[in-house]
């Protein structure tokens, strides 16, 4: 049987390569994001091989939330696989000169929006008995650094709502993952670094971090283990990390 995963952020980094790695699994897909023509790009290249169905919105807006996920029919609805991967990091500074613009930004993707997403289509899971959660953390969820207060408090939160989930939903027959990489080399530090592309380099110089798939191809891992298994938490590191800050570069 097909089964239908929602990704969100699937337009870059790790949900667009969740997104070509599922299809390549003849896994049906709803893809989410904000930046509708890199969703429909990304449709048009996957629709040759799964049954592809694209949601534009900005999962920090609940209304957005509530409105474009209810848009979807009774087929569409029944979702096997949810890919919370939506959010990322603004900013790396110390708390006293931090903008709490970027901290608002944080919590209402990182944190606010796996909620919003998920309060829809959870009561989906739970009617048909069945269902995926995969939550995507971070290191930073695990182990709080410097200059990073927020984001490793809005991961933190990730972490705490993927333990809940577990404890309310197991019972229900769903399953939930959490995985939380270390340094993948995505968008995710031009983010952070507000388009500083050089910055953004220096994260990943002179060792040989993760890429996208890598974090995919753990996804993929947690949703084609057997009925009977359940994948509770994966820490990622790329082979020259240690830690949330200790990385060997050559
Ligand atoms: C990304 C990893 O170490 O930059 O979540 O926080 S880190």
Redesign the pocket.
Known sequence: MKRTALITGATSGIGEATARLFAKHNINLILCGRRIEKLTALKNELVNITSVKTLSFDVGDRDSVNKNLNTLNEAWQKIDILVNNAGG?HGLDLFVEGDVNDWERMIDFNVKGLLYVSKVIIPWMIKRKKGQIINIS???GKQTYAK?MV?CAS?SGVEAISKGMRLELVPHGIRVSNIA????ETE?SIVRFKGDQKKAKSVYSNYDPLVAQDIADSVLYCVNVPSHVQIADMTIFPAAQSD?TTIHRK
């Open positions: 990091a971070s290191i930073a990073g984001y991961k990489p270390g340094a993948v995710f949330a």
